[in-house]
């Protein structure tokens, strides 16, 4: 028996890994590294093997690991995470630093960063797992907490927290409840589903700055699919 729910009792963390060079570089959300030996001070990182990042890692010889605070935006997220760095430029508009392997560095939203050589690699079928040896580590914030998987679903299951400027309008609330509002909306980048009976606001009543909770993609991303 293969209970799938039990996958999600698994705890991570979320990252941006990055690779490349001051001229081009690129970096992905991910939520699978983690230390594999001490001495000496290795990680692994499991990548996409159709993930740009995965390319620039193998041809740089070396990766950087950004720590994303819990408060981290779904602005970055949605950018690193959602969208290729074949289409966009990720580093645009993202603070970046440098230090021993020249790979960009993320510091934007991150309390923290690992940066590693390239030591092994190995192939697991869809993905790549690399192996980096540590030869940079700094903290950034020493107050902000570590941002979880899991907290980074509660967060999109619950939207409202963080990112819906309407949930402010709480008077507001009140008397569209009375509307029938049964529409559901997905946002085409991330499959996020805005469902208006939950969120108590209409679509259309959300305003046009709004973004994906999850993703960070406008409103008009959303595809209207009920
Ligand atoms: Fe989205």
Redesign the pocket.
Known sequence: MIQLETLHKISYGLYIVTSGDINEGNGFVSNTVFQVTSQPQRFAVCCNKDNYTASLIQQHKAFAVSILAQDASSELI?KFG?KSGREIDKMTDVKVIFRETNVPIVVDDSLAFLECKLVDVFDVGTHWIFIGELVCAEIIDEKSEPLTYAYYREVKKGFSPKNAPTYINQSKLETKTENVMSKKFK?A??G?IYDEAEEKVKFSDLPEDWV?P??G?EKSDFIEIS
């Open positions: 949605g959602y946002c980048v991330c996020y994906c999850v993703c993609s």
